[in-house]
């Protein structure tokens, strides 16, 4: 019902910046609350932030909090993330992911465990 697909991911130096785009077709309802995650080598997959598309909340990890903006072009149907002084940490498998608009009003609305549709994810590396 929803097909997502990521795009951008690449290898930056340290302080650096890079725009991942997610391009989202499929039902409108489904992909109401979209958001971004991410996950390292060894590591449990992170939400990085969320939207709402209808306007209204938006929430941030508060380890990308000033950082990373997260941001739509509805004529175009893609998610943006915007990921500005990137550090060695943000390393990761960056992913997309799309559900119902009430996923983004949840307390947990950063476990990954809520969102039903996903990317194939874009990997990010950061050198240090």
């Known amino acids: 019902q929803v097909q997502l697909v990521e795009s951008g991911g690449g290898s930056v130096q340290a302080g650096g910046s890079l725009r991942l785009s997610c391009a989202a077709s499929?039902?409108?309802?489904?992909?109401?609350?979209m958001a971004w995650f991410r996950q390292a080598p060894g590591k449990e997959r992170e939400g990085v932030a969320a939207m709402h598309t209808g306007g209204g909340r938006t929430v941030y990890a508060d380890s990308v909090k000033g950082r990373f903006t997260i941001s739509q072009d509805n004529t175009e149907n893609t998610l943006y993330l915007q990921m500005n002084s990137l550090k060695s940490e943000d390393t990761a498998m960056y992913y997309c992911a799309a559900d119902r608009g009430g996923v983004c009003y949840s307390a947990y609305v950063l476990d990954h465990s809520d969102f039903g549709y996903w990317g194939q994810g874009t990997q990010v590396t950061v050198s240090s």
């Open positions: 499929g039902s409108t309802y489904w992909r109401e609350c």
